[in-house]
């Protein structure tokens, strides 16, 4: 097991790059395995794990990247990756987007991702950009189940930038059926995505453990517990 300090924006580097991509992985190093601990200075508040809910900061990507994925997010080297969407395309006119769903993409429960909950997690939306990201998408339509269409009200050439940014984090996708279901709340106290890691225990302010996704559509994480833990005294954290 490893133990990892961290200041908070390395940290967020860190998880993204070990959790995004499969492990830092290259031909000369292995990626981390087994068990790792993330330890940083604050305390994990619940409603970092829900996405609709993002306040446009660096803290809560690293629960981001983690538990959910997104149609399309920044990953190592490439700043508007693909990912629950394999493809998109704008029209001619600047009015449309399309996205097409990758094939078998599963949320933690063993649910598939569809068009459906990609509409349901853009109009749940209501974080730091919600009200410039509704102010210019006219509808979200579901052309049939692998497939979504973005109508804006007029060309806006920022519409990526804002919808598949982490400066908004409103491209993650959440499982509409299960959210109905536990409601707002149940769902930040036990969340599902479609992430590398589903949350396997909670202590609210305190510590979070994580367990790799089996059936995660890019790569299995090497990495199979990845405990995220509050330890406000620096002391005891450099201690560790």
Known sequence: MSVMRRSLRPLVLLVVAVLGSGGLTSAR????????????????VPRWFDPAESE??????IFYYAIHDALVKPMPGNASAPCLAESWTASPDGLTYEFVLRKNTRFHNGETVTADDVKFSFERYHGASARTLKEHVASVE???????????????????TFYASPATGAAWIVPKKYVEQVGDEGFKKAPIG?????????KPGVEVTLEAHEQYWRKTPSVKTLVLRSIPDESVRLAM
């Open 29 to 44: 190093a292995q990626p981390p395995a087994g068990q790792m601990t993330l330890v940083y200075n604050i305390s994990i």
């Open 56 to 61: 446009g900061l660096v803290t809560p990507f």
């Open 142 to 160: 579901i052309v049939d189940p692998l497939r979504v269409r973005f109508r804006l009200k007029r060309p806006w050439p920022d519409f990526m």
């Open 194 to 202: 479609a992430g590398p890691y589903r949350v396997l225990a909670f």
